[in-house]
């Protein structure tokens, strides 16, 4: 079903009839639904029925307790990086990137070998 043609309220009243079905399937009350989400029952009502916006906190709140927060990353997926962005990203680790140092040798103050010399002694 396409709801780009929906008006923003029978946006709300989709969503509400979404949230009820979800409900409805798990077996959820509304009593029960609402404590678990930690919102009043007259906010789930508000939800369910597309009456008034409740708040997205409402609604975050009211994913978790059903389950399904998880499910937003499917509702706005992040967008793929700018090439532009990635451009940046290589720029900075080329910056960052160090030369190895060699094996074998000691870099620390106080090793046991001596100072290389001419050996003019």
Do not use: C
């Given at each position: 079903?396409s709801i ?5 309220q029978k ?5 509400g009839?979404?949230f009820?079905?979800?409900?409805l399937?798990?077996?959820?009350t ?6 678990k989400?930690?919102?009043?029952e007259r906010t789930?009502y508000n939800?369910e029925?597309?009456?008034?916006s ?11 307790a ?9 509702f ?8 532009e ?15 190895a140092?060699?094996s ?5 103050e ?8 001419w050996?003019?002694?």
């Amino acid at each position: 079903m396409s709801i780009s043609h929906l008006s923003n309220q029978k946006v709300l009243e989709w969503l509400g009839e979404r949230f009820r079905a979800t409900r409805l399937s798990q077996n959820i009350t509304m009593v029960d639904l609402a404590e678990k989400a930690g919102i009043t029952e007259r906010t789930l009502y508000n939800l369910e029925n597309g009456t008034k916006s409740v708040g997205l906190l409402n609604v975050v709140a009211v994913l978790r307790a059903l389950g399904k927060l998880e499910e937003l990353d499917q509702f706005l997926p992040a967008p793929p990086p700018r090439a532009e962005a990635l451009v940046q990203i290589e720029k900075l680790q080329a910056k960052t990137r160090q030369r190895a140092s060699r094996s074998g040798q000691s870099t620390h103050e106080g090793s046991n070998k001596k100072p290389w010399t001419w050996g003019d002694d």
